[in-house]
């Protein structure tokens, strides 16, 4: 009987051990779909700020219930746009808000035009400025360039590089471009 009630101790003390792994992946697959929909509606809510344009760069980091952003704007409204839209998300705790406002420039605001018109005149990059948000972003600075966003492929990075490089009153661009599908050997 005492043996009998050791084994049964045993068989429960190790389902006890059990029962939290089983917990424990329950509750990181929720904690993933949570950081996926909330990624989704972060992404949602700064693409539908209606002044960002190709001229801003906005990204986020999700860390539990913080939400921290990132990026290069105009103007301080859309810093404050963006941290008012997030903010509000449900399961959002507290937004970090580390977006740098660009200072005002009227050479940059001409470099901004010029390497707009550089890289989507150019046939091989037209097709992205007909997007509502276009998945390239041209970040000016002081006549510093950063291309940011998406490109499909690395002929279209490169071309993008040298379009806004040939920009007259352009000290540097930094090519941040990522490349979707990378090239094949």
């Not at 103007?75 to 941290?83: H, P, R, T, V």
């Amino acid at each position: 009987m005492r043996k009998g009630l050791q084994i049964l101790f045993a068989v429960v003390l190790g389902l006890g051990a059990i029962t939290p792994a089983f917990a424990s992946s329950d509750l990181q697959s929720d904690n993933q779909l949570f950081a996926q929909r909330l990624s989704g509606e972060v992404h949602h809510e700064l693409a539908m700020i209606p002044e960002f344009t190709i001229f801003d760069n906005l990204s986020y980091r999700i860390d539990g219930g913080t939400v921290t952003l990132y990026g290069q704007v105009r103007n301080g409204f859309i810093k404050g746009e963006a941290e008012s839209r997030v903010k509000h998300l449900q399961g959002v705790q507290s937004v970090n808000n580390q977006i740098e406002v660009l200072p005002a420039s009227f050479n940059d605001d001409r470099i901004r035009r010029q390497v707009a018109r550089a890289l989507f005149s150019d046939s091989r990059l037209s097709t992205y400025s007909i997007q509502s948000v276009p998945p390239i972003h041209i970040i000016v600075k002081n006549g510093h360039v950063d291309l940011e966003g998406v490109v499909r492929v690395q002929a279209d990075k490169d071309t993008a590089f040298i379009r806004a490089n040939g920009v007259p009153g352009v000290f540097s661009v930094d090519n941040n471009l990522q490349v979707e599908q990378p090239r094949k050997s």
